[in-house]
């Protein structure tokens, strides 16, 4: 029984695991996201000013 309980201690440990790259790919694909949107903006501004 015990050794049941081993696997699912590794398996819970290997999601986690899988959730933090995930929610580090999340913040970077977010910080792109930011700076192509404000990138956006700044380039509508120039164009209107013209």
């Known amino acids: 029984m015990a050794s ?3 696997r699912l201690d590794l398996e819970e440990a290997f999601v986690r695991g899988e959730l ?3 929610r580090e790919k ?3 694909a977010e910080e792109r996201l930011a700076h ?3 990138t956006r903006e700044t380039l509508l501004s120039l164009v209107c000013e013209e």
């Open 36 to 38: 192509l949107t404000i």
């Open 20 to 22: 933090s790259s995930l």
């Open 4 to 6: 049941l309980f081993e």
């Open 26 to 28: 999340i913040a970077v």
